[in-house]
């Protein structure tokens, strides 16, 4: 039996589509209702849909021997695991955004706030990439306020179309990492249910390879 | 921001990541641990004991433990102190002074309560017991092969049977780096990489140093391979540099004294593991088994590690966690054993009694039967009862001299 956590949302769907596509027969996932661990015996599959931030979690842990989770959340929990497919699919940047006229001047601000819900990102950016004292402030949502009202400088967030950034009079000032959909696996399972695990990450790659070709090169 | 505890609210409770062991958990473990002690002996390792408080600078001077997962005290003259981090570095230490005119090879072991701040969780504690030994002086391959069968019979010994050992070596990851010409700090970003399996990253690195085709590939094929001799042979046709050949060689002679401890079927080769290079200078390996996420078993050559305290001494050695390896056993219900009682004595009155009940219960117990006492005056219907009510199999009650000796049993 395989257990792979899912991150509520659009992503799960998007991951139980690729699984399908890839031959695995997911339609114990698929039932709408508020159980929290969908069992297929029949398959030897078991999902359990969680927050995305305790993804890692459950994976680390061993609790899930398989997760498929943002990077962004990969990066902030910084959890041991093997990061092992791109999926390519949720994808989008984490940035430090601000005022356009910080543009190209982001350097000369010293101990700098920065707001974000992303602290971890933040702190090994600043201070790990950068090599520079910044004061952190954790902020649960609407990140975009900080920097217009005063309370941080600039902001650490997630970038998809930019839209909400340039509705606030904003911009995208340092681009710090791409953000995409990735399949995680526990670094026991790995080893101890190969036999299983190998083939479903080889028959994922393979149908998105198939999924890429099919899409021609516009990307 | 967290809840308010008010002074003394916390005598109930015990902190994050330590727990306490009741009886029947207790005493497995106890058996355990013995079964260790006995197979290291034998194995001609000898144990040690360190203390529990050591000064800061002894794990933190190698740069080898970060400050952050330390526990820290102060003594009375304001100098750092921490507590017992692993028990490599504490063994280095005594090699390198207490030890300093011992000639080599030393064979160390140790069983003791490691601590860690910030692990938790999963099975993992800041409190935890490992097993484990050390091997310095020596740094053949055999000496490396004895490490890992060592490591494998420790834990068949305690009843992990569903086993897999994987062995990686850092040379051989040090070696292509240098044929690469790619520097100290980039190399350590990539090995994380590897390390994380995290293919998607190591392409974008391979374009960032303009790798060749065929080393790109090599690249990816390092998180991508584990086998054991067909890994090995794909990756000595790739590489050129003699540090990266010597390593595979390495392994692949681990494999032939493996093969001959009869160990084969337990070994898979992992040359994508690659965890603290700057600690590791030859083979690397872990355990696995199932039901527990983390590694039951880690080891490997580390031969800068004694060298830190002035002697230059090449070390190999592993550690078992047996908390882990427990809460692995339990999960594959692998029934711990009850502590059964066996006898329970009780006496009335009588002038003598409690002198006879006292010295039979010595004859017993020097005869290994776990025998009880009544503390409580209790009479021959009472100590039925007690004796039903705890599965104790033997009861005696002694009433009178003559009649002593008559055991009563339950059954």
Redesign the interface.
């Known amino acids: 039996m395989i257990t792979i956590a899912l991150s509520k949302g659009r992503l799960a769907d998007q991951a139980l589509d690729l699984l399908e596509a890839a031959g695995y027969d997911c339609s114990a996932a698929r039932e709408k209702s508020r159980r929290l661990i969908l069992e297929d015996e029949k398959a030897g599959l078991r999902f359990i849909m969680a927050k995305p931030a305790d993804v890692p979690t459950y994976v680390e842990y061993g609790a899930a021997d398989i997760g498929v989770v943002g990077k962004d959340t990969l990066l902030e929990e910084g959890r041991q695991l093997y990061e092992v497919i791109d999926l390519g699919f949720g994808a989008c940047q984490m940035c430090v955004c601000g005022p356009a006229s910080l543009k190209g001047k982001l350097d000369q601000i010293p101990n700098k706030r920065v707001a974000s819900k992303y602290p971890n990102i933040t702190r090994s950016y600043f201070e790990g990439t950068k090599r520079e004292s910044v004061e952190i402030i954790k902020l649960h949502g609407s990140v975009e306020l900080a920097p217009l009202i005063g309370l941080a400088e600039v902001i650490v967030d997630i970038v998809e179309s930019g839209r909400t950034l340039r509705e606030n009079g904003l911009d995208v000032l340092e681009v710090i990492a791409d953000i995409s959909a990735r399949v995680i696996v526990n670094r026991v399972s790995m080893k101890m249910k190969a036999q299983t695990i190998m083939p479903m990450l080889d028959a994922l790659r393979a149908e998105l390879a198939r999924q890429k070709q099919k899409e021609g090169p516009a990307e | 921001m967290g809840r308010r505890f008010r002074m003394g609210n916390y005598r109930f409770h015990t902190p994050d990541g330590v727990s306490d062991m009741l009886p029947e958990e207790c005493r497995t473990k106890r058996e355990l641990e013995q079964k260790l002690r006995t197979l290291f002996s034998l194995s001609g390792y000898q144990e040690i004991e360190t203390p529990g408080i050591e000064f800061f600078d002894v794990f933190a001077s190698g740069d080898f433990v970060s400050q952050e997962n330390l526990y820290k005290l102060c003594d009375q003259e304001g100098r750092i102190l921490s507590l017992r981090y692993d028990g490599t570095v504490p063994a280095a230490r005594l090699a390198a002074t207490l030890f300093k005119d011992t000639p080599p090879p030393l064979r160390l072991s140790y069983v003791e309560n490691m601590y860690r701040f910030r692990e938790s ?3 993992r504690q800041r409190e935890f017991c490992q097993a484990g030994i050390e091997l310095l002086g020596l740094s053949s391959t055999q000496a490396d092969a004895e490490v890992i069968a060592l490591a494998i019979s420790s834990a068949l010994e305690i009843g992990v049977t ?1 086993l ?1 050992i ?1 062995i990686g070596q850092s040379e051989f990851f040090k070696g292509l780096m240098e044929e690469w010409n790619i520097p100290a700090e980039d190399a350590g970003e990539i090995s994380r990489h590897i390390d ?5 990253a190591l392409e974008k690195a391979a374009d960032r140093y303009g790798l060749s085709s065929a080393a790109k590939e090599t690249l990816l094929l390092i998180p991508a391979l ?1 086998g054991t001799y067909d890994t090995l042979e794909i990756f000595d046709n790739r590489v050129e540099n003699p540090r990266s050949k010597e390593a595979l060689r390495n392994v692949r002679e681990i494999l032939d004294i493996l093969d001959d401890y009869g160990y084969t079927k337990y070994v ?1 080769v ?1 040359l994508g593991m690659l965890r603290s290079l700057d600690y590791y200078t030859g083979m690397i390996f872990k355990g ?8 039951i078993i880690s080891g490997g050559r580390y031969d800068r590690v004694v060298s830190v305290f002035g002697r230059d001494l090449a070390a190999v050695g592993f550690s078992l966690s047996l908390n882990l390896c427990m809460t692995a056993l339990r999960r594959q219900d692998k029934e711990f054993a009850q502590v059964p009682i066996d006898t329970v004595i009780g006496y009335s009155d009588k002038p003598g009694m409690r002198r006879l009940a006292l010295s039979m219960a010595k004859d017993l117990r020097s005869e290994g039967l776990i025998t009880l006492v009544d503390c409580e005056g209790m009479n021959e219907e009472d100590l039925r009862l007690f004796a039903e009510s705890r599965d104790i199999e033997q009861m005696v009650f002694l009433d009178d001299e003559d009649c002593g000796c008559e055991e009563e049993d339950e059954k």
Not at chain 2, 196 to 200: A, F, G, R
Not at chain 2, 288 to 295: A, D, I, L, R, S
């Open positions: 969780g999963g099975g569903d897999q994987s994380q399996k995290d293919t998607v584990f898979t992992d696995f088994t199932y039901e527990v996420g983390f590694p």
